[in-house]
């Protein structure tokens, strides 16, 4: 698309050109035509060959325009830089850069005798590459703008994902916890100081129980009491957590990690069946 545009933007400087050999001098028409000829030739030299010939493609008109310009002797025809410099500013800036100067020095050659025509031709020139710069510039400021709410959005995404992992390898590692502490205590009040001192508790209790009214914890977020229900081999008991805070129960892993921890100790108890041991309690803290 972009050697058709090139393409197109030529062929009607050339076509205006090719009118404007119409009022200069006989003399000067036929060099006139020629280089028309010559600059039209090469651009469609550029546009079948653009692989091959880019280097040709920006510095084509820099030799022809102004040329052609200068020998036409109109003032009007500066304006046939104009859309070039439009069109070489995003993509050879050097092409431009030239052309722009080219452009002055025939504006102040056209116009030295007239002041508010000098200046005014000349704000034209000089606008041509700012607005031609405008459209890429604000296209690129979009970009960096989808770029970063990209950017933003992974964060996001990133740092949910990170909280997951973060928060299941905390549970991991209290799981962990609790079966090498299970492992290396051989009696329940040791294996209960651990888990008091890991987790803040201000002190257990394990009842024991005939029957149970229900297998889900029970939590006391006043008092910051929670109740675990405990199956054992031969009846039933109750740990009791009493929380240093009531506000450590808002933690979802405390509270289902002092769980495991309470339902552990059915490991070391096998039950509590006679009349004497279900009056009994066993209190750590």
Not at 180 to 203: M, Q, W
């Amino acid at each position: 698309m972009i050697r058709e545009v090139y393409l197109g933007v030529r062929f009607l400087i050339s076509l205006y050109f090719a009118l404007l050999s119409f009022t200069v001098d006989q003399s000067e028409r036929g060099l006139f035509m020629a280089l028309t000829a010559v600059y039209f030739s090469l651009s469609a030299v550029t546009y079948f060959r653009w692989e091959s010939v880019k280097i040709l493609n920006s510095s084509v008109d820099l030799p022809f325009v102004p040329i052609l310009s200068y020998l036409s002797g109109s003032p009007a025809s500066l304006f046939s830089l104009l859309p070039l410099i439009t069109l070489h500013t995003p993509r050879n800036p050097l092409s431009a850069a030239l052309l722009v100067a080219l452009g002055i020095l025939l504006t102040v050659n056209y116009f030295s005798t007239q002041p508010i025509e000098l200046f005014s031709v000349l704000i034209l020139i000089v606008s041509a590459p700012v607005a031609s710069l405008i459209p890429d510039f604000l296209q690129k400021l979009k970009k960096e703008r989808e770029t970063t709410e990209s950017i933003k959005r992974s964060y996001r995404t990133l740092m949910k994902d990170y909280a997951r992992w973060e928060r299941d390898r905390k549970e991991l590692g209290d799981l962990l916890y609790l079966f090498e502490s299970c492992t290396r205590h051989a009696r329940v009040e040791d294996f209960l100081r651990t888990i008091k001192e890991r987790y803040s508790v201000k002190r257990i209790h394990i009842l024991p129980k005939k029957q149970q009214e229900g297998t889900s914890p029970y939590m006391d977020r006043e008092r910051g009491i929670l109740s675990v229900p405990v199956k054992l081999e031969d009846g039933n008991a109750v740990v009791i957590f009493e929380m240093e805070n009531p506000f450590q129960l808002n933690d979802d892993l405390t509270v289902r990690s002092l769980e495991r921890a309470g339902r552990m100790v059915s490991l070391y108890i096998e039950g509590f069946t006679d009349d004497t041991s279900l009056g009994r309690a066993i209190n750590i803290g």
